[in-house]
């Protein structure tokens, strides 16, 4: 799975649809989940959504991805 891609994607998804934002908002995990598709373990959900978090507010993720590179 590349990381990196994933949240990108999971970050354009909650640009273009304010519904999905207002979840993400609400409950990131859930809806970062949803996104995927998958229910990932707290640990690495936990640091996708940072990530995402991290992209929404402008910030670098790369430092977020190479912490998540070393869980797979």
Known sequence: MDIKAKVTEIVDKIKND???KQKFEENPTQAVEGIIGVDLPDDVVNNVVTGVKAKLAGGAIS???EKLKNLF
């Open 63 to 65: 430092d977020g991805v």
């Open 18 to 20: 304010g519904d999905l």
